[in-house]
């Protein structure tokens, strides 16, 4: 049957036809997830983005709940060269990175299986779960893996960008924990890559995003896992108990210490929100975890001692709820923008960090209409030793050899007149924290994707044998390119301007 529709899409084959054609063609092949600009459900599936800078107005939108339907589409789109964008979770915030305007948007949701090993040993997830749905499909079996820190990231973008998680002190990246890609080729060929079969291809998914095929489940290692602690912890910045340099000082000096500790207690972790709101007020928020759900650890009793607090909310919990309450600092309906820089876990260079953040912010007009929220997130060289086992990455962190920080502008607003102020404001972030890295001699070229701005270069921060590496599989799995021309959103090898 298949080949007999692939025949069919190849003798129609013309020159590029205009979206509505390539609509028309998607919707006569595959009426039953076809969903057109008058489809009773066309406006929830536009606009189920994490930001508003990402919603767009495609010409149709898709969505495939298997792989054989990925392969159908897919091959009707390279054949007919129709432009396309594929949204997991959709919580990257940058214009066309998950959705498109006139194309054909591909909305992975209804690609939410999940099942458990017979042996426990690993779980097999569709690509368009969110971390939050996967973690409590999972509760009852007492079963956890690696995935997203935030509740409705989704599972497509975190397993080809790398992938923060609660685990990954423990554990490393969660691309280094996925044992099986299930992908869909140019050609809609059904492939698996993994460390047997495949492996160039499975190396070079694990960080090397959008420029291969289409992921449409994975299979990630597991573990037993009975609950856990953590929760937030909000810090006022001015008073009552001490005053904002002391503040400033007092968090930086413990978070450098943690991280460069990390590896006496790999439970336990850290991520810290500096929140500035439009109202004036300003806040730390530290959110805690220890995954072997031992309460009030030795390794976070120096934050837990912190003055200035207003609001803990540590206690045992589950994973899922760990991750809804984290979602909560960054919810759904604003305009956001983000971009990261590496540097060192280093005390003076954070301190400075700070100081020269804060003037970007302080120069700012709109500061009455802006909420300015900055993350520090430990990145510790440990993290990096785990990826050798199952046949590396492309991250190029193999060889660090200092424990790092990334730095993480997630800022948002309302009014869309505001979007270029905000857009000079990242900029003006990310030249900050570059120059403040290099000053300080701690400045890593590693940027990390998913956390990205549209501007910067996050393939070319994986290092040239990696960039040459992931050319090379491109070119063998996807000769025409067709994810390169035909799929523009997201880091493309194509544009990679690398020095």
């Known amino acids: 049957m298949k080949s007999a529709i692939f025949a069919l899409l190849a003798a129609a084959a013309q020159a590029a036809p205009s979206t509505d054609e390539c609509c028309r063609r998607l919707g006569a092949y595959l009426p039953s997830i076809y969903h057109g600009p008058s489809a009773a459900d066309y406006d929830e599936l536009v606009t189920a983005r994490w930001s508003i800078t990402a919603m767009q107005h495609p010409g149709c939108v898709v969505t495939p709940s298997s792989a054989r339907d990925m392969s159908i589409i897919v ?26 305007g006139k194309g054909v948007s591909i909305d992975l949701r209804s690609l939410n299986s999940t ?14 779960l969110s971390w939050g749905h996967a973690y409590a499909a999972f509760q009852k079996d007492k079963i956890a893996f690696t995935g997203g820190i935030c509740e409705d990231v989704g599972v497509g973008g975190l397993s080809v960008g790398g992938g923060q998680s609660l685990f990954q002190a423990g554990k490393g990246w969660v691309v280094d924990n996925i044992i099986n890609y299930e992908v869909v080729l140019a050609s809609g060929e059904i492939i698996h890559a993994n460390q047997r079969n495949n492996s160039d291809l499975y190396k070079a998914l694990k960080g090397g995003s959008t420029n291969f095929g289409i992921v449409t489940k994975v299979d990630l290692a597991a573990f037993d896992f009975d609950g856990m602690w953590g929760g937030q912890m909000i810090l006022a910045l001015q008073g009552p108990q001490a005053g904002r340099d002391q503040m400033i000082e007092t968090i930086t000096s413990t978070t450098v210490d943690f991280v460069a500790d990390n590896h006496s207690d790999t439970d336990s972790g850290i991520q810290i929100v500096a929140t500035y709101l439009r109202n004036g007020t300003q806040v730390v928020d530290i959110a805690f975890s220890n995954t072997a759900n031992i309460a009030n650890p030795t390794a976070l009793q120096p934050f837990l001692k912190l003055p200035n607090q207003v609001h803990n909310t540590n206690r045992h919990a589950s994973l899922a709820e760990l991750a809804h309450e984290t979602s909560l600092a960054i919810p759904r309906g604003f305009r956001y923008v983000t971009a990261s820089v590496t540097v060192s876990n280093d005390k003076a260079t954070l301190l400075d960090f700070w100081k020269e953040i804060d003037k970007v912010y302080n120069n700012l007009e709109i500061k009455n209409q802006i909420d300015w929220l900055v993350s520090i997130v430990p990145q510790p060289k440990l993290q990096e030793t785990y990826a050798k086992a199952r046949g590396g990455n492309v991250l190029g962190l193999q060889d660090v050899e200092e424990d790092q920080l990334v730095l993480w502008l997630v800022s948002r607003w309302d009014d869309e007149s505001l979007d270029g102020a905000m857009e000079d404001a990242r900029q003006q972030f990310v030249d900050a924290a570059v120059s403040v890295g290099k000053k300080h001699n701690t400045y890593y070229p590693f940027i990390y994707l998913n956390y990205a701005s549209p501007d910067q270069d996050p393939l070319c921060g994986y290092g040239a044998d990696n960039v040459a590496f992931m050319k090379k599989v491109a070119k063998k799995y996807d000769p025409l390119g067709a994810f390169q021309k035909l799929q523009p959103g997201g880091f493309k090898l194509s544009n990679a301007r690398c020095a």
């Open 115 to 128: 099942s458990l090993a017979h042996d426990r040993s690993y779980v097999s997830l569709g690509t368009g």
């Open 75 to 100: 091959q009707l789109l390279t054949t007919h060269q129709c432009q396309f964008a594929v949204k997991s979770g959709g919580h990257n915030p940058n214009p066309g990175f998950n959705n498109i």
